[in-house]
Structure formats: structure tokens, C-alpha cells
């Protein structure tokens, strides 16, 4: 057995079947390649759902996280630290938020928003005990838990899981009539995705996020914008929400918030929201832990210094325009902003995963989302040069497919 296949086979041995990853093992990374055990080479233009943004193993991330684990790297929140104030205190400057409550993974900053959004709904806004409602858009991704899939509309995330808590309104996404009309005297909270990544990468119309924001003002509904994935630069501003100068209540950060090398997460927002908390309500054994704070803090700075967002808005708006040139019939649409993109292609000539493997064994790694698409998100530090390359091999792997239709057909 060849050594790539003694590793698939001991994972798919002991490890849970909840991911059907491509076949390949990656054992090291440095800023945008990744290597696997047989020392093939690889563009990563997946960036971990971009939680890699800033490339992989950055040496700044890197000095900061190995001074800070050899001087304080856990203790609980049950005692302050030297490192949480200015992280936060950086996070708030950034996004235009008052306060944060540090987390982990994106789904826990999910949930500490949802949680945030129904206290505030009985104790700010005055709707009766237990009947606050939370508004959701249908084909969201907010993480896997079981509050958060509970208002998924994706049937594989919910199936088998049941039963659910009450108290969430789905509606379409990008439709403002839907959520003016889902809005009643006991609703908390709109959560919305200002662009929805594992939906595939679907931009909403123009006006769209800000006519939310007007219409959740108008109604004291709390607009909460999930950013895990669209925030921190990915689509050329600090936050998505921002390309229409919407502020919203209350964020959500998460993935590249750890600058590629821990689980970091938080929920953001003004003052009257996040007071609802007090002692006890909610928490987290290494939400806020020094050596998180100590990477996160350096993650935005790094963000900021290297103009990693001008990066994103320059570079995407190159990719996005040399995507929408490509000619092939394979090709349905081109979607996203900044550096995150996708492709949706016809899956009568090929399917993602097909496509996807194709482009691995050239060298270029990208993941399908819903099947149809193929997402394009490198890291933010990624070159012209290597976008090119990538478009390179796109561009071949298209051709191929097509032939082999022709062939085929
Ligand atoms: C990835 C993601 C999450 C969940 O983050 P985890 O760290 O996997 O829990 C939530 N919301 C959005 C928009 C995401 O992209």
C-alpha cells in the first residue's frame, strides 16, 4: 500500500465518516502551497473556507504564537490575562463595534449571538417570556450545532438530528419584501450571511443588505450580519456588510480571526446588546484564552499592515473579471467579491467533485460547494502570478472536460 493510501485507510479506520475528503495527505504548508506526503505541490485556492487568509504558517503569526505559548497559553476566563483587552479592544476599533465575547469555532460565536439576540428581545425590547423569534434566510450556513441546523434548509443537516428548538422564521434570501413581511412584535433578530458561502457563493442584488438594515431599524430587529467567512478583508472591506455602508447590530467573526493557526471566534456588538450578558449567562473554557488573543490580536494587525483588504478588492475584481472572460460552455456563472469566488458549472459535462479532482492533479486546490460550485478563495497574500497560474489550469481543465464530452457524446 502506498504511503497516501496507509493514512486514508487508518483515518477512514478510526476517524468518523462525517467528511469525504479528496485523496490526497497534506503534511505541510507555507503561505499559499501546501505539500502532501509524496511531495506534490499544491496552489491552495481554498484557504480552509478561509480561515487561511492570511497564508499558511505566516512568519509574523508564527513568532507570536510560539513567544506566546512558552509564556501563558490557557487559564480560563475565570481569572483576566495580559493579552484579551487589546485584542478586543482591536476587534471593536476594526468592525465599529462596542463590545465582543470571545470564542472558539464560528458556530459557538452563532450561538452566542442567537443567545445575545433573545435575551435582548425579552429584557431590551419587552417580548414576553420565550416566544422571541429569530429570522433566518433559507440556503444559510451559520455552522453545525443543534440550534444552528435546526434552521438550516439543507435536509442532509438536519436529518437524523431532530427534535429542534422553536422560535426561527425562514425566508428567501434576497428578498426584502419576505423579511418586512416575516417581521411581528416578537421578533428579536434577522441573521443573515451579507454574501452565503457554503450557498454557494451568492451575492445578493445591489441595496439588498442595506434595505435589511433600514427595515430592521424601522422595526427594532436586531440585524445580525454572520461575517465568519465574508469578514476580515475576504471580500474587499473589513466586513462584507460594509460594501453598503450597513453597520449592523451585532457580527459574528470567526475563521481567518486566528490567522491560519487556532480556532479564534467572537460576536461583536453595540453596547445595549451585548450588556444583556452577565456573570454566568454564557461562556467558554478557552474562549479568550491568552495564546487565542495573542494570534487574534496579531491576525488584524497583520490585516491592516499588509493591506491584505486593498489585496482582496484588487486581486478579486482581476479573478472575477478573467473568470467572466472564460468561454466554455461548462461554465454557468461566475460569482462572488474580492477573493471570494466561484464557478458554477453544468454538471451534465462534469460534476464538482470530478472537477475538483481534476484540478488537485494539477496542482490547484479548491473544494465544490452544493455540487455546482467550485469555490475560488486563496489566500488573501496570494500574487497576480499565482492567480494567473491558477487560471491557467482552469482554463486546461475545462478544455479537457469538454473534449472528453465531445468524445463521449
Ligand atoms: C464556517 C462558517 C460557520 C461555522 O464556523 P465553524 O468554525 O465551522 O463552526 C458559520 N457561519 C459561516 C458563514 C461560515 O462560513
Avoid at 36 to 48: E, T
Amino acid at each position: 500500500m502506498s504511503i497516501t493510501d496507509q493514512y486514508i485507510s487508518l483515518e477512514k479506520k478510526y476517524c468518523a465518516h462525517n467528511y469525504d475528503p479528496f485523496p490526497i495527505v497534506l503534511d505541510h504548508g507555507e503561505g499559499v502551497y501546501l505539500w502532501d506526503v509524496k511531495g506534490n505541490k499544491y496552489l491552495d485556492m481554498m484557504s480552509a473556507y478561509s480561515a487561511v487568509s492570511h497564508g499558511h504558517k505566516h512568519p509574523r503569526l508564527l513568532s507570536v504564537l510560539q513567544k506566546q505559548a512558552s509564556k501563558l497559553a490557557i487559564i480560563s476566563r475565570g481569572y483576566h490575562n495580559d493579552c484579551l483587552p487589546r485584542f478586543i479592544q482591536r476587534a471593536c476599533e476594526l468592525t465599529k463595534m462596542d463590545m465582543a465575547l470571545p470564542m472558539n469555532t464560528g458556530v459557538e460565536a452563532v450561538e452566542t449571538a442567537l443567545k445575545a439576540a433573545r435575551k435582548w428581545g425579552y429584557e431590551v425590547k419587552g417580548i414576553p417570556e420565550n416566544v422571541a423569534e429569530i429570522i433566518v434566510c433559507e440556503n444559510n450556513f451559520h455552522g453545525r450545532t443543534i440550534a444552528v441546523v435546526s434552521f438550516s434548509s439543507e435536509e442532509q443537516y438536519r436529518k437524523g438530528f431532530g427534535p429542534f428548538p422553536k422560535g426561527f422564521v425562514q425566508i428567501p434570501f434576497g428578498d426584502n419584501a419576505a423579511l418586512k413581511a416575516a417581521i411581528n412584535k416578537n421578533t428579536a433578530a434577522f441573521l443573515v450571511e451579507p454574501i452565503q458561502g457554503e450557498g454557494g457563493i451568492v451575492v445578493p442584488a445591489e441595496g439588498y443588505l442595506a434595505k435589511c438594515a433600514e427595515i430592521c431599524k424601522q422595526h427594532n430587529v436586531l440585524m445580525l450580519c454572520d461575517e465568519i467567512q465574508t469578514g476580515l478583508g475576504r471580500t474587499g472591506k473589513m466586513l462584507a456588510s460594509w460594501h453598503e455602508g450597513v453597520t449592523p447590530d451585532g457580527i459574528m467573526l470567526g475563521k481567518a480571526l486566528g490567522g491560519g493557526l487556532l480556532p479564534v471566534s467572537m460576536f461583536l456588538a453595540k453596547k445595549d446588546v451585548m450588556n444583556v450578558y452577565t456573570p454566568g449567562d454564557h461562556g467558554s473554557t478557552f474562549g479568550g484564552n491568552p495564546l487565542a488573543a495573542a494570534v487574534g490580536f496579531e491576525a488584524l494587525n497583520v490585516i491592516v499592515e499588509e493591506r491584505l483588504i486593498e489585496r482582496a478588492a484588487e486581486l478579486g475584481e482581476y479573478l472575477l473579471t478573467k473568470l467572466r472572460q472564460l468561454t466554455s460552455p461548462i461554465v454557468k456563472s461566475v460569482r462572488g467579491k474580492g477573493l471570494l469566488t466561484g464557478i458554477e458549472i453544468d454538471t451534465q459535462y462534469v460534476s464538482g467533485r470530478e472537477f475538483c479532482n481534476a484540478l488537485i492533479a494539477r496542482g490547484v486546490l479548491s473544494k465544490e460547494t452544493h455540487e455546482t460550485v467550485i469555490r475560488l478563495a486563496p489566500p488573501l497574500i496570494i500574487t497576480k502570478e499565482q492567480i494567473e497560474f491558477a487560471l491557467v489550469v482552469i482554463r486546461e481543465t475545462l478544455k479537457d472536460f469538454e473534449l472528453r464530452y465531445q468524445r463521449s457524446a
